[in-house]
Structures are given as structure tokens and as C-alpha cells.
């Protein structure tokens, strides 16, 4: 039993590191490969105790935020990059950009939290409040998608309230 | 410990002088070895320091000071908690596996790390909220270490973690994983039911505590009686107490209080009144509860009054359950039972004491009747000319037990 308990330990552990470089790994492939694209947003500022702060998103699209039934939104983007949801389907498409809904049954935008530095994500609240023109970049792989940047204008957020 | 190294001193005097045989010498010697003292302030105080390392490495971990570095440095910090813990997990089990202190020590350092570091990704990758997801994560992934190092500090939390990702927003029966994790948290609480040095009282109040939390929430949400699975449950508590020295006290107090104070709510008539709710499988797994309730009782050949009770109040909701009587004048009869049977849970747990002399028994006999008297005398539902006779009864009732019991002790005394 004892010459067991070893190799398990080990596996265990090499799987304790294996689950979250999966995640990053999955989540780096669309980062580096990945389309990318704009979406006009809203937020306010929360607190996760594990995570740390971060602004809630919250997309300005009337099919993101009105429950369609189906889990491919496909994408139409504009000249200057923005993207929109121009309709929801049950089946992916075979070309052009799509997200896959958050929920099985309806559409619901993937991307709900900007994680930020302690201090800045309140002062985020409060300048995009004020600002029409806050954006996140999200960057799309096979309807994967992963927020790259969220930008005042074209410029990062956190280089907007550090400087 | 001096007196128990003169005595193996004694015995190898004994054996060289051969007043007695090796063999002998040898039982001896077992029997009378130096018990290994552990000394609980370094063991709780290890567990307290990590708690509080492990609680501080996640939040600096949620600071998120380091969100102007590129994503590979970012990554490579969200891992270093969780490789330290690991470092120290492997190099506790290798060579000190048999200090408590540094085995709830590493698991407890191992959990937090495991959950920093998914915490990390999550916050560099801007991934939305999933709490029940993560945390259900975090505790699969740590259940390792914790069973293989034997730790039992880390258990509350990992059954925090499933029960939470089982209940909060689903069904347990529907989330087949997380019950099955809830069973193998539970199996090893019970293999801990031996254990020395208060650990046994710890993973019995934890079980016991979860367990309550997923008996009601499971049944609320398969909408099925409450009190019918919780007495099944209490029943089981009380039986299973006489399996374990150390861990069987805390069954059967949990059992006990958890009938009384659950019983205390069926002596109002509203109890009976409200709509009876049934489900196939929770009706099944509360007559499994019960069945191995009254198999361990029959196979230990013992009577446990907490056990007894909880099986007097199930019959009684069972009953009134399957024959569907939920209404006037039905609830007012079933109110007097109920009342009837705790006021005799009570004087039974009162006599007892006085008959065992055990100060907790007679406590809890008054507590229960002092407490069912108080909550008649206020009782707005009741006539308040029938609540006068039935404590003026009660009363002579006592009272005239009482002078028998003075009767027969003199007589007892005159035989002599």
C-alpha cells in the first residue's frame, strides 16, 4: 500500500499542475492566434476574494444582453473593428467569426470580468463612466475568445490611469 | 511517561533475573509501551500559521500588482505557490510523514495553493465568474494530498467546496460528481473515527455538520418532508455512535440535540398543517438511512435513547405523511403526540441521568422539558383554559411521582 501511495501522490500533484496549464494553455492558442476584435462596453467595479478586483463588464449589444436561444453568436464587424451580434444559431458556422454562448441554452456574452490592480479598477469605474469610448479587445480562435485588452480611446486603460 | 520507562525497566530486569519469559516479557512490554505524546498546541498552532499563510498567499496573489508584466512572468508567479506547497507535500510525505503538525501543515499550504494558482489564471485571462466551478476544482484537486498525507485540517474546506458546488444553484442527486466527492470526504472523516488526540472529535462534528447541510438542502430542493430525512438522519447519527469510542459521543450529542430541537418545531400545530411533499429517491434513501440505523443497533444488541427517539418522531411524520393527514382535527392529535413524545424524551433522559448519575443526561432531560414547558406556557395557539388543566395535571403528576419515589426509598430503607 505504502509503495502505492508515492506514484499516486506524484500523479497527483503533476495533474495539480497540469489543470491550470491547460487553462492557460487553451486560453494562450487564442490569444496568440486568434482574430481580434472590438466591443463597445459598460461596468462597474466589484471584488472577488480569490481573484482580486476587477471591473464587471457589461456588453452594449442588444443580442448579447436579450437571452436568444443558442450558443453560436455570429459576428459582423464593422470598418473600425468593432463587432456586434447580428444573430444567434444552435450550430456553429462552418466560415467567418463566432462566441460560443457562456450557457448551453441561450446566448450569453463569454466575458463578464476585467481583472485589474487593486487600486486602479475603482478609478476604471469612475473614468468610463464618464467616457463613451471604452472598448475591450477580445481575440476569437474556433468561437474561443479571450479579452486581450480593454482601451480609452486607443489606449490601454491601465496606461490611462497610471499616467 | 517516567512511570511507564521504570516499568520496562522493571520487565528487563525481570526477563534477565527469568521471573518471566521472553514471550511474556515481549506482551508486556506492547502493553505497557510509551504512548507517543503528541502535543496538540504545535499541531493547532502549524495548522493556524499555514491557514494564515496559505489565506495571505492568495490574497496578494488577488492584489494583482503585477499586471504590467507579459503573460508568461504573470504565469510563472501564479505557480510558484502552488510548486512551493508541492515541494513541501513531497518532502513531508518522504521524511516527515509521521509529524501531524507538518502533514496538516503542507496539505493545508497544498490546498492554498492550488487554489491561488487557478485563481491566477483566471484573473490573467479575464476568465468570467464560475465560483462553484473553481472552488469544486480546487477541491478535487487538493483531495489528494489531504488523503494521502492524512490531514484532516483541510476537510471543513474541501467539503465547503463540494457541497457548495453540489447545492448552491443545483441538485446534489443531479450532480452525480459531487456527491460521489462528498463520499469520499465522508468515508475519510470515518476512517479518522479512531483517530487520538481530539482528531476524531474534529471529523466527527465536520461530517456530521456537512452531512446536516446536505440531508435538508438536497431535500428542500428535491421537495420532499425536511424533517422526514433529517430524522431518518438523526436516527442514523444515534445508532452509527455506539461503532466509535471518541467519535461516538459526537454522534450521539449531534443526533440527540438535532431530534430535540427538530421535535421542539413539530409540537405546533402549523407543523401538521403545512403540504406534504414526496420524492421517490430521497423516500428510498431515508429508508436506507433507516435501515442501517436499526441494523447496526440489532448487530450491536444496544439501545441508544438519541437513536430511539429519532425513530419515534420519523414513525410519527412517516405516518402522517402516507395516510395524507394534513388537516384539521388530524394536526391538533398529531400535535399532542409530538408533544407527548418529547415531554417523555425528556423525563426518560432525566431518569437515566439520575439512574446513570450522568450530569449530561439530566441536562439534557431538563433543558427538553424545561424548554417544551416554556414554549406551552407562551403557545398563542392553544386555549389558554386547556394549557392551565394540562399543566396543573403535569404538575400533580410529577409531584405524586415524586412522593412515590419518597415512598418506596423509606420503605427500601426500613427493609435494610
Known sequence: ?163 | MRKEKWLLDEIEKWQTEEIISPESAEILKTRYAPKKKINLLIVLFSIIGTLFVGMGVVLVGAHNLWYKLPIAARTAIGFLPLVASQVLVLYVYLKKRDSIAFCEGAAILNMAGVFSSVAIVGQIFHLPSDFTNYILLCGVLALPSMLILNAIAPLGIYFWTVLNGGLCFDSLWETPLSTALYVVGALFAIYNFRAENGRAVYVAWISVISGFILVWVTSLLEDFDVFISLFAYFALLGSASVLWERAGRSLEISGTAGTLIVMLFATYEGWWLSSIKSDITIAVLTLAFLALAIGILIKKQRVVPAALAAFAALLLRAIWALVGLNSEPFSVVFMIVANVILLAVGVYYIWAGARKVSLLYANVGMITVCTLIIMRFFDSEMSLGIRGVVFILLGIGFLGFNSYLVRMRKKAKEEK
Open chain 1, 1 to 163: 500500500m505504502k509503495k502505492i501511495l508515492l506514484p499516486v501522490l506524484i500523479l497527483a500533484l503533476v495533474i495539480q499542475l497540469f489543470v491550470p496549464s491547460y487553462m492557460i494553455w487553451q486560453r494562450y492558442d487564442v490569444l496568440k492566434s486568434g482574430t481580434e476584435v472590438k466591443f463597445d462596453i459598460g461596468l462597474f467595479d466589484p471584488y472577488d476574494a480569490f481573484r482580486g478586483r476587477y471591473v464587471s463588464i457589461r456588453v452594449e449589444d442588444a443580442i448579447a444582453t436579450s437571452f436568444v436561444r443558442g450558443r453560436y453568436g455570429i459576428l459582423e464587424i464593422d470598418e473600425n473593428g468593432f463587432a456586434k451580434i447580428s444573430r444567434v444559431e444552435s450550430e456553429p458556422p462552418k466560415e467567418g467569426l463566432y462566441l460560443i454562448s457562456s450557457e448551453e441554452n441561450y446566448f450569453s456574452f463569454p466575458h463578464n470580468r476585467y481583472y485589474m490592480e487593486e487600486t486602479l479598477a475603482p478609478e476604471a469605474e469612475k473614468v468610463i463612466g464618464a467616457s463613451a469610448e471604452a472598448y475591450i479587445t477580445v481575440r476569437i480562435k474556433n468561437g474561443k475568445s479571450v479579452i486581450s485588452g480593454m482601451y480609452i480611446g486607443d489606449v490601454p486603460i491601465e496606461e490611462y490611469l497610471t499616467e
